[in-house]
């Protein structure tokens, strides 16, 4: 009950409103991306996003993010990811004054554009030189972001930021992500499972 007492006066009452913290960043960075179909990670070329934060309640913030990644898919020229979503972040109240740590979870997707290998067709005079040509496929997938971050307080208004994030993916359709056995169909990437990410950034908080 006595946390119910401080959370109502804080979020509905007049004095808290001046309370009300929001939170404006972008960040960048790399990590490895597993696919059913490759036996090893692909390596992510480059990524970044931008995100922003309310507080509703103390220690706590919702917000939303968009981004884009583009990751490397072997024996293909790789795939472009254009996500967005929502999340939310919850902050420990210890700790020194000028760094906070916090940890976030949310829900997302992304729209995903990859060039797939596809047999090269035949010519007159036989086969082609190149056996596989490259084709363009698009696809939809839903991911679960889970993570931890830490940032650092530069001045009153700015602060330096990292985090380490995962991306559960639980979902994915479309032609880039749909197996196809008849001869020439082009050759099946395979379902994204998870993503890790390690990225640094900084935020505008007031």
């Known amino acids: 009950m006595w946390l119910l007492g401080a959370v109502v006066p804080w979020t509905l009452g007049t004095p808290a409103l001046a309370q009300v913290r929001w939170d404006l960043g972008a960040s960048s960075g790399g990590g490895i ?39 490397p898919s072997r024996g293909s020229a790789g795939r472009e990811y254009y996500a967005f979503g929502l999340r939310a972040k919850a902050s420990p109240p210890w700790g020194p004054r000028l760094l906070k740590t916090w940890v976030f ?3 997302g997707a ?29 696809g939809a997938l839903l991911e679960v972001p889970i993570g931890v971050g830490a940032g650092y307080r530069i001045d009153s208004d700015w602060t330096v930021e990292s985090s380490l994030s995962a991306r559960l993916a639980i979902a994915s359709w479309g032609p880039l992500y749909r197996a196809n056995e008849q001869p020439g169909a082009p050759a099946f990437g395979g379902h994204e499972l998870l993503a890790v990410w390690l990225t640094i950034g900084i935020s505008y908080v007031r």
Do not use: C, K, N, W
């Open 110 to 138: 992304a729209y995903v554009v990859g060039q797939i290998d596809a047999p090269a067709p035949t010519t007159l005079l036989g086969d082609s030189p190149d056996s596989y040509r490259s084709t363009r496929a698009t």
């Open 33 to 71: 991306r597993v696919r059913s179909e490759t036996p090893t990670p692909d390596a992510v070329v480059a990524g970044g996003d931008v995100h922003g934060h309310v507080a509703l309640m103390p220690l706590v913030r919702i917000g939303a993010y968009v981004g884009f990644e583009d990751s």
């Open 105 to 107: 979870s949310g829900i």
